[in-house]
């Protein structure tokens, strides 16, 4: 983290309701991802974006929708089309280059009540 | 399809022990790796990384070990505290992969016992 702040670091949704979740980054990287985690599991890819105004999906983008309209910005909407959204997301960042690793944010927990 | 998979799900060593936490890859495409350190309810930390023509790399009490003949990953932590009590995952990166993506293994929680 350091550069990337996530906020919130708890989130509470109700069933039904969408809910966007913030990354912001001081870093100047061009590329930025969303991951989500379940208990006891590795990361999956949901969105990325490698340059501002554009994103690709990953590998479980249902029921989830970003945005990419400044480079240090890239939040992420949970609607109510995600069949379970609670989970733990973070959110990394990457300058640009084949070899230059990503780096991640202290993450928000999402609970659907 | 590509993977990244943990031996171990669970490590337990002595404080001042040497840690070994091994990652097995299938995409023998992947040209980068990195391992990283998650510690509960934060996110994952950057210990070290790899480009497929090392087959070693040392960082501060840290040594990563690649086997590309295996596809094989090592973490070597010596004289474990206990602040490396955590989650280690391992990542892959292929040379082709669409935006760098990332794939990640499971996880091995490593518990350091004082």
């Known amino acids: 983290d350091g550069g990337i702040t996530q906020s919130p670091k708890y989130l509470f949704r109700k069933e039904g309701q969408n809910v966007t979740l913030s990354c912001e980054q001081n870093l100047n990287h061009d590329a930025m991802y969303w991951y989500r985690q379940d208990p006891g599991q590795g990361l999956r890819l949901i969105y990325y974006?490698?340059?501002?105004?554009?994103?690709q999906k990953g590998d479980i983008a249902e029921g989830y929708s970003v945005s990419r309209e400044k480079k240090e910005s890239f939040p992420l909407t949970v609607t109510s089309a995600q069949k379970n959204p609670t989970a733990f997301y973070l959110c990394?960042?990457?300058?640009?280059?084949?070899?230059?690793?990503?780096?991640f944010g202290p993450g928000t927990r999402l609970t659907v009540l | 399809g590509e993977s990244v998979g943990l031996h171990l799900p669970t490590l337990s060593v002595q404080e001042g022990d040497n840690s070994i936490i091994n990652c097995a890859y299938s995409?023998?495409?992947?040209?980068?790796f990195i391992w990283y350190k998650q510690e509960s309810g934060k996110g994952p930390q950057f210990i070290i990384d790899?480009?497929?023509?090392?087959d070693k790399r040392q960082g501060q009490r840290v040594t990563v070990l690649l086997n590309k003949t295996v596809k094989h990953l090592s973490l070597q932590i010596a004289a474990t505290q206990p602040g490396d009590s955590a989650v280690y995952f391992c990542a892959e990166r292929g040379l082709y992969n669409q935006g760098g993506k990332l794939i990640f293994g499971q996880g091995t929680e490593l518990s350091v016992k004082p």
């Open positions: 990394a960042t990457q300058s640009s280059g084949l070899t230059d690793t990503q780096y």
């Open positions: 790899i480009r497929s023509n090392m």
């Open positions: 974006s490698q340059i501002v105004n554009d994103f």
């Open positions: 995409n023998s495409a992947s040209d980068y």
